[in-house]
């Protein structure tokens, strides 16, 4: 009973074992298990005792078993390789510890195993071991090293990769110091003893970027690393990692100085270059981009468009430009453009624009140069321009000109050339020069020109006369040139070749050959004396025969003479001083005595030359003018007699040369365009002093008379000063003849006949006046004499009426009809006693006259008669009109045509009047409108303004007041118009005239 209650204690205590355990006996069945070796393995507790424990793990290895075989022949055993399939199909890892089980016998009854799930163990230390291989990968590619310094043993530790980063051998022990001693001296080694110091006092890391000199002398870059190791807060040491990063700071240094390189080139290049995003925002700009665009510093343009740069045009074409790229991926290449720069010129720019691809090969914008060309242009306009130039002066010269190659070929001819030999450049171009059409086919004229060509090629210019051939084969005499053309380092690099024909000149050499024989001819013989002598000494070196002559001089006598005292000049000097500053002196007039003592009038020129020797000589020439001044003075006597009587004729004379410019002009003509003098009309034409229209017509006579040679004689003309005022003239022209016969002239007389003009036209005024007179006078005679016999027989007939009545009351009638007869017959003779007045005086003047004041005035004579009959008068005049008229003909005509528009008003409607004015010509037309009853001008229009003619059965109607009003107007130069529509209304145009 104790054994087993022993048995259920020992089963009790190891079921609570922390620790999984489990007994076997020599079997290897299980005897006791602990609950943790029970959960561990994921067991039944009723299913474990008395099984084999490699049928309950049925994953067991043979090693496992082995262990246990040799566990029971008394050896301990420890495990880690075991590994278990649990039932959820789930790996795990035990590490067993097994030892021989003992009874109190020390005899052995089986196994005692302890296990530990060493699961996520085994599993961390294979990823730990997977990590370590691959940093270990990792740090051989990315040159990695690592170091450990032990501070208690004051020893260091590099791993291989660090002593191969220091070129070090295997075997190389490092120490503090000597690690250092590889940091290069200065910063690198003065940054890695502070690091190294702080980390061992202050317990600070740090990470530097260093340089170190390997074992064997190479420089290296590095990256050194380091950090305190402790243990409860005790330093035991440092760990750290070394990096050779010296291809990649190289690679660094050579990117940098080849972005440096790459930006200087950039800047520098003379075309600006950018870089644009899709959205055409430069993310990239150089230098000379920043000039164009104006502006000092890059920032200023990245992430800007174009838009915020340039001008909206300018802006829009290079955003165009942009698109076309980034949507067809197509660059654009030389493309010449022009756009307004920032300073606002025009520039000329050559456009490069390429695509911008990432390694996708998307498009993510645009690469831009462009390139300012605007000099460029205007450089090559201008080359062009003197090209253009050259070609011009070069065809365009007179002179022949021809450019030749170092060797004779011809390279460039100008037209005067090949004029001369009617040929083209492209027949001769290309030939040696002395094989051209210009020149003789002559042995002597090759060798000739082929010597000249090499003189010219060592730099002297030639230069000769010489015959050249036309297309004709005729010789031309030309002066010749050849002449060398440098170039920029003073070498011969062709030859201009020139000629000017010298035909004209080569004659006139001839010519001049001849004249000098003339002249020494002319000299010999001449009256005028010429005198050649020594401006110092006043030595005579030559005179011709007429000095001789004139002065009665022999040969020996002159060689005596000293040709200064001969003049006997009270002012030498001044005369010397003339001929040395001006060259010339004179003419003067001298008297001069001849050898007889006789005494001369003679007129002296002098005239100062320098010899070839540099001396100075003097020319004079001395002209006897005795009898000349004698038959002159008879002139001036005779002009001054013909000039008086011209200047006293009641005439106007003058003379006119070939331009019709006034020459000549007497007093009358000088008073007629108030000039005080004749100077001042003398080189004037008509043009200067008269109307132009009068001055072509007298200018056509001018011609007319020098050009036919036929005078005009006693011509009526009207001339027309500048001033206005207007002259009539009965004119003569006769033309002046030279002695070749044609005109050079005209002498002109003008007789003024302005006042004998008026006088005619007052007469003929008068006569026309008294015609008009007799025929209104006859028309009235027989008006008078129609109307009085009308009365007159209405008269009569009562009388007989009266004699013969017997009946009273008839009588009384017929008194009464008698005297009503009598009244019409006075009234009669009263209207035409008005007319008679107005034709009595056709010289009434006139005067201006306010028409508004005249109308108000006739308003308020009639204003009981207007307010009677309604009658509206609409005036538009305004206040500063003004007629010239007789102000009581103005004022009748008025009130006559205002009461003929009440008098004729229509009984539909109340009468309205307009008054109104216009300005036609030299008219003030009155214009008076009513709405009455209208007058049939068909029917009545020939009779309207007839005396006593009447249109309307209106019982005041009389024919008188039209008949009245148009004799009034008419006596003052005007007339009256007429438009009418019955029914409708009248309207009556009363024309003033302005002129009296």
């Not at 390694?359 to 300012?372: P, R």
């Not at 007179?773 to 007939?797: E, T, W």
Request: charged fraction near 30%; include cysteine; hydrophobic fraction near 35%.
């Amino acid at each position: 009973m104790v054994k087993e209650t022993q048995t259920y204690i020992n089963n009790y205590l190891i079921k609570q074992l922390p620790t999984a355990t489990v007994f076997l006996n020599n079997n290897l069945e299980v005897t006791h298990v602990s609950d943790k070796f029970v959960d561990d393995f994921g067991l039944i507790n009723d299913t474990i005792i008395g099984k084999r424990i490699d049928v309950l793990l049925n994953t067991m290895n043979e090693d496992c078993l082995k262990d246990f075989k040799a566990n029971l022949m008394g050896n301990k055993s420890h495990t880690r390789c075991a590994h278990f399939i649990t039932k959820d199909n789930q790996e795990k890892r035990f590490e067993w510890t097994n030892v021989p089980w003992y009874d109190e016998n020390e005899n052995i009854i089986g196994v005692i195993a302890q296990t530990e799930d060493v699961t996520k163990k085994v599993l961390n230390e294979l990823k730990l071991e997977k990590l370590e291989s691959l940093l270990t990968g990792k740090s051989e590619i990315a040159k990695i090293g690592t170091w450990e310094y032990d501070v208690e043993k004051n020893s260091l530790h590099w791993c291989d990769i660090t002593r191969k980063i220091h070129e070090v051998p295997d075997d190389f022990v490092p120490n503090v110091d000597t690690g250092i001693d590889f940091y290069k001296n200065g910063f690198s080694r003065n940054t890695i003893s502070m690091a190294l110091n702080n980390a061992l006092k202050n317990k600070t890391p740090w990470n530097e970027k260093l340089q170190i000199i390997t074992a064997t002398g190479k420089e290296k870059w590095v990256i050194a690393s380091g950090k305190p190791i402790f243990n409860n807060d005790k330093l035991i040491g440092l760990l750290g990692t070394l990096q050779d990063i010296n291809d990649s700071v190289l690679s660094q240094i050579k990117i940098k100085e080849s972005e440096h390189l790459l930006k200087t080139l950039i800047d520098n290049l003379p075309m600006s270059v950018y870089i644009k995003d899709i959205e055409s925002r430069k993310v990239l700009v150089n230098k000379a981009e920043c000039d164009f665009a104006g502006v000092d510093d890059p920032k200023k343009l990245l992430g800007k468009n174009d838009f915020q740069i340039y001008d909206k045009k300018t802006a829009q074409g290079f955003r165009d430009e942009d698109l076309e790229v980034i949507q067809t991926l197509t660059p654009i290449l030389s493309k010449e453009t022009t756009c307004k720069a920032k300073d606002g010129s025009m520039a000329t720019i050559l456009i490069y624009k390429l695509p911008l691809l990432n390694a996708k090969n998307e498009i993510e914008g645009i690469v831009g140069m462009s390139l300012d060309i605007t000099e460029t242009r205007k450089t090559q306009r201008e080359l062009k321009e003197k090209e253009r130039n050259f070609k011009s002066i070069f065809n365009s010269s007179y002179q022949t000109a021809a450019i030749l190659d170092v060797d004779g070929t011809l390279m460039e001819i100008n037209d005067s050339a090949l004029d001369i030999i009617k040929s083209t450049a492209d027949k001769v171009i290309g030939k040696k020069f002395w094989e051209t059409p210009w020149w003789p086919n002559e042995d002597n004229v090759k060798k000739g020109l082929k010597k000249d060509l090499k003189i010219a090629l060592k730099g002297t210019t030639i230069r000769k006369e010489v015959t050249v051939l036309n297309q004709l084969q005729n010789r031309i005499p030309i002066d010749f040139s050849i002449k060398p053309i440098y170039n920029d380092n003073n070498q011969v690099v062709s030859l201009l070749a020139e000629g000017r024909i010298i035909t004209d000149m080569v004659i006139a050499r001839d010519k001049i050959k001849e004249s000098e024989l003339k002249f020494r001819t002319l000299y010999e013989l001449s009256p005028v004396s010429f005198i050649l002598f020594d401006f110092e000494t006043g030595e005579i070196l030559d005179i011709n025969p007429s000095f001789k002559n004139t002065f009665g001089y022999k040969q020996r006598d002159i060689e005596k003479l000293d040709f200064w005292k001969f003049l006997n000049l009270e002012h030498k000097d001044e005369v010397q001083d003339k001929l040395l500053s001006k060259g010339t002196f004179g003419p003067f007039g001298k008297n001069l005595i001849t050898k007889d003592g006789q005494e001369l009038s003679v007129i002296v020129n002098k005239s100062l030359i320098v010899n070839k020797k540099g001396e100075k000589l003097v020319w004079t020439i001395i002209q006897d003018v005795s009898e000349t001044e004698k038959k002159e003075r008879q002139i001036r006597e005779e002009r001054r007699l013909l000039k008086t009587v011209i200047d006293n004729l009641p005439l106007n004379v003058y003379i006119k040369d070939g331009q019709s410019r006034k020459i000549l002009v007497n007093k009358a003509e000088c008073d007629y365009l108030n000039v005080k003098s004749a100077t001042e009309l003398l080189g004037k034409s008509d043009f200067d002093l008269y109307d132009k229209k009068v001055a072509q017509v007298s200018r056509d006579e001018d011609l007319n008379v020098m050009n036919s040679l036929k005078p005009i004689l006693g011509v009526e003309t009207t001339s027309k000063l500048k001033n206005g005022k207007v002259t009539t003239f009965l004119t003569s022209k006769i033309p002046l003849k030279g002695e070749d016969g044609n005109a050079y002239g005209l002498v002109g007389i003008s007789l003024d006949i302005s006042e004998l003009k008026q006088k005619e036209e007052e007469l003929r005024n008068l006569i026309n006046i008294t015609s008009l007179q007799n025929k209104k006078l006859l028309n009235f005679a027989h008006i008078v004499s129609h109307n009085l016999r009308s009365h007159s027989a209405n008269f009569s007939m009562l009388l007989e009426f009266l004699v013969n009545e017997k009946n009273e009351t008839e009588k009384l009638k017929l008194t009464n009809m008698l005297v009503g007869a009598s009244d019409n017959m006075l009234e009669t003779l009263e209207n035409l006693n008005e007319v008679l007045a107005i034709g009595a005086n056709p010289n009434t003047s006139k005067e201006p006259i306010n028409l508004n004041r005249n109308i108000t005035k006739i308003q308020q004579n009639l204003s009981v008669t207007l307010k009677n009959n309604n009658v509206e008068i609409i005036n538009t005049i305004p206040d500063d009109v003004f007629v010239k008229a007789v102000p009581a003909y103005a004022e009748s005509i008025l009130m006559n045509f205002i009461t003929n528009a009440v008098k004729y008003k229509s009984p539909e409607r109340d009468p309205k009047i307009v008054l109104s004015t216009a300005k036609k010509g030299k008219y003030t037309v009155l214009s008076i409108t009513d709405n009455g009853l209208g007058i049939d001008l068909k029917k009545y229009g020939d009779k309207l303004f007839g005396l006593y003619k009447t249109f309307h059965d209106h019982p005041d109607a009389k024919g008188f007041g039209l008949y009245m009003s148009k004799n009034q107007i008419e006596a003052m130069n005007g007339k009256i118009t007429v438009s009418s529509k019955v029914g409708v209304g009248t309207t009556f145009n009363l024309y003033f005239n302005e002129n009296n």
